[in-house]
């Protein structure tokens, strides 16, 4: 865990579970497994089995002493819904942000079909946001399972974005981020898929943010869309923003 972030659209990550296994194209280049690799050769003891699915129960409660409110990504080094995570851990979760209202956190996915099924035995609070990943039109039914969740805020992080997302729908997301692949290998992004999933947010109401273009220096690169910068953020929840505000670490 972490209570600062590099990523644009979050300000702390917090990682009760560590690990995760390939589940479509996106996987391909995963910058967590290989953070992993390299946290394990350093002796980092929360990765002494690599990027094998592992539960860190002593974490659970790390949000708590985090007084100062901030926007936290959970498991930015695993998935929530990975099926080697038990629900009763899930559970375990979820009752650390529901006792921590002061906080906004955002849940990512690419397991859709467990988001569902644990979705149906857990009131997500507030103060969470439910979201998945879309990185191609093989795996958009992963928007249609989004839908059904009861969440105070849906969105879709849409990276790294590998192909044209056509006939995309974005009605009843609330939240679109858009980036392209970075770090080794990483694949091209054209600019017009960009354009057309910032249409789709425009024709639904959905607050769009582009992350970056990325590449293998994604700094370079940078993450100017047409002239500008988008850092939309969606107005609803009860810790609801349009802009992420730097914060004091408590």
């Known amino acids: ?42 002796g980092n003891p929360k990765y002494h089995h690599g990027f094998d699915v592992t539960l860190h129960p002593d974490s659970l409660r790390v949000p708590v002493g985090w007084t100062t409110p901030r926007t936290i990504f959970v498991n930015s080094m695993s998935d929530l819904f990975h099926e080697d995570v038990p629900f009763k851990f899930i559970e375990d979760v979820v009752q650390t942000m529901r006792s921590t209202p002061q906080h906004r956190y955002q849940v990512l996915t690419k397991r859709a079909d467990r988001l569902l099924e644990v ?7 507030d103060n969470v946001w439910i979201g ?14 989004l839908r059904q969740v009861k969440s105070a805020v849906r969105f879709v992080s849409f990276e790294p974005l590998l192909e044209d997302l056509r006939d995309l729908n974005l009605d009843g997301v609330d939240w679109a981020i858009v980036g392209g692949e970075s770090g ?6 054209n600019a017009d898929w960009v354009r057309r999933i910032r249409d789709e947010c425009t024709r639904t109401g959905t607050a ?6 990325g590449g ?9 869309l047409d002239g500008e910068t988008w850092d939309q953020m969606p107005e609803k929840g009860r810790c609801g923003l349009t802009t992420l505000r730097p914060f004091l670490s408590s």
């Open 1 to 42: 865990m972490a209570d600062r972030s590099k990523i644009e659209w979050t300000q702390a990550t917090w990682n009760p579970v560590t690990g995760c296994t390939k589940v479509s194209e996106g996987c391909r280049h995963c910058y967590a497994e290989r953070l992993a690799f390299r946290l394990q050769r350093m």
């Open 119 to 125: 979705s149906q035995r857990i009131q997500w609070p």
């Open 132 to 145: 998945v990943s879309v990185e191609s039109r093989a795996v958009t039914c992963r928007v249609e399972a």
């Open 184 to 189: 080794p290998g990483a694949r091209t992004m």
């Open 208 to 213: 769009f943010f582009f992350k970056q273009w």
């Open 216 to 224: 293998i220096r994604k700094n370079a690169a940078g993450r100017i």
